[in-house]
């Protein structure tokens, strides 16, 4: 089962949030693009894990840290007697590996990091953390090439690689392995899932400002800011998608929150936020009944 489910990271929703209000610089559009991409091959490899019928335990997205090292770690199952984890790549294209060097390049001639050294860097790491909290189980590490059009040339047969046609041979072969799970196992999970860091020490945001954003409700669906108020419905203009006001200004909220986490929340902040809701006791209204009010008067603020 997925003991801890994969949900977009900080970075990714507030990148997402400011490539719609804003013109990104290049070098943050493409790191948008990456993260996205990465993303969505990791949600593709959780919906193969999925399927799995034997006894095990699945944490998705890990951030540890253990000597002073932070690692991650895409998705780790537990089974009986091995821990197997996995470096998902969701790489598109022609590369090739050199030997001699060690090294990947896209086949353009384009090094890149080499994912082999991520995943031993992972797996020494992983294995102090685990006999530093008492825990002796081998580990067993792979690095997942997830999307169909990716080929690697020169592809070194000793290393520890899944391609895409080898993925439901390797996830039949953890089925075949027999696993009777205790409570040791479920000990190890909680004590992994306890020492999971939620703020990730390698953001890379933009500078922005409230001013320089653009203000307005973002269509759940289509992405854009064709939002006009219709009773108590928020009606795209664009795809024709409709959601309840309340529920709108509450997704708002949690965006404006999201970018900045410093400012008071306030009926005027909101209400110049959101734009398309007319009425200020409106957004009041909302606001009380969702977040908790501090302060009294002109003077109050929600949390």
Not at 281 to 299: C, Q, S, V, Y
């Amino acid at each position: 089962m997925h003991y801890k489910p994969r949900s977009k990271s900080k970075e990714l929703r507030a990148l997402y949030s400011l490539n719609s209000r804003m013109n990104l610089p290049s070098n943050s559009k493409r790191h948008h693009l990456n993260l996205m991409k990465g993303f969505d091959g990791e949600l593709k490899f959780d919906s193969m894990t999925e399927q799995l019928q034997c006894d095990s335990i699945i944490l998705n997205d890990l951030l540890l840290k253990t000597n002073n090292t932070t690692f991650q770690i895409d998705s780790l199952i537990i089974t009986y007697d091995t821990i197997y984890f996995y470096e998902v790549k969701n790489y598109e294209g022609n590369y090739y590996y050199e030997a001699e060097t060690d090294k990947f390049f896209k086949k353009s001639g384009y090094e890149i990091l080499n994912p082999l050294h991520q995943l031993a860097r992972s797996d020494s790491l992983l294995t102090q953390l685990l006999h530093k909290h008492g825990f002796n189980i081998p580990t067993c590490a792979h690095l997942i090439f997830i999307n169909d059009a990716f080929t690697l040339y020169q592809s070194p047969l000793d290393k520890p690689i899944i391609y895409p046609t080898q993925i439901k041979q390797h996830l039949n072969q953890l089925n075949a392995i027999p696993s009777k799970l205790n409570r040791k196992h479920k000990q190890l999970a909680d004590k992994l899932m306890s020492l999971h860091i939620n703020e990730s020490p390698f953001t890379q945001l933009p500078t922005y400002e409230y001013a320089q954003l653009r203000k307005g409700i973002i269509c759940l669906k289509c992405n854009s800011f064709s939002i006009y108020v219709e009773g108590t419905k928020c009606v795209c203009e664009r795809c024709g998608h409709k959601e309840i006001v309340a529920t709108a200004v509450k997704r708002a909220v949690r965006e404006f929150q999201l970018l900045f986490p410093d400012k008071k929340i306030t009926t005027r902040v909101i209400h110049e936020w959101c734009q398309v809701v007319g009425s200020k006791k409106r957004i009041r209204k909302i606001l009380d009944r969702n977040f908790e009010a501090t302060g009294g008067n002109r003077w109050t603020y929600y949390k």
